[in-house]
Nanobody, 126 residues
Framework: VQLQASGGGLVQAGGSLRVTCTAS????????VGWFRQAPGREREFVAA????????NYADSVKGRFTISRDNAKNMVYLQMNSLKPEDTAVYYC????????????????????WGQGTLVTVSS
C-alpha cells in the first residue's frame, strides 16, 4: 500500500484546512489509518486515528473538538478536517496505515503502523 498525504498549506489562526490521505490499493478498507505530525525540532506525535470501518476514532487531547477524522473506503481516502487551527498545529502531517481485523481499535502508537505517506506541510500563522 502506498499512501499520499495532500492538502496542506498556509492558513491563519482560527481557520480551517482539510488534509487527505489517498491509498493506492482497494484493500485499504482493511486498514486502520492514523494521522501523525512532526513540528521542527520536535518528535512525531499522534493526532488522530480511525478504524478500518470508520466506526471508531481516537484523537490526541490537543486536537479533540477541533479535528475530525473520517474515511471513504470507496475512494481509498481518509480525511482530517482541522478547524480552529492554532500556530502550535504547524507541522508536517503524515498518514499511516496498518492492516487490522475488524474489531481492533485504531492504534495511537506510530510504531504499530506499517505504511507511511510522505507528509504534507500545514503552517498556521498567528
Amino acid at each position: 500500500v502506498q499512501l499520499q498525504a495532500s492538502g496542506g498549506g498556509l492558513v491563519q489562526a482560527g481557520g480551517s484546512l482539510r488534509v487527505t490521505c489517498t491509498a493506492s490499493r482497494s484493500l485499504f478498507s482493511s486498514h486502520a489509518v492514523g494521522w501523525f505530525r512532526q513540528a521542527p525540532g520536535r518528535e512525531r506525535e499522534f493526532v488522530a486515528a480511525i478504524s478500518r470501518s470508520g466506526t471508531t476514532t481516537n484523537y490526541a487531547d490537543s486536537v479533540k473538538g477541533r479535528f475530525t477524522i473520517s474515511r471513504d473506503n470507496a475512494k481509498n481516502m481518509v480525511y482530517l478536517q482541522m478547524n480552529s487551527l492554532k500556530p502550535e498545529d504547524t507541522a508536517v502531517y503524515y498518514c499511516a496505515s496498518k492492516r487490522t481485523i475488524l474489531t481492533v481499535p485504531p492504534p495511537y502508537d506510530g510504531t504499530e503502523y506499517t505504511y507511511w505517506g510522505q507528509g504534507t506541510l500545514v503552517t498556521v500563522s498567528s
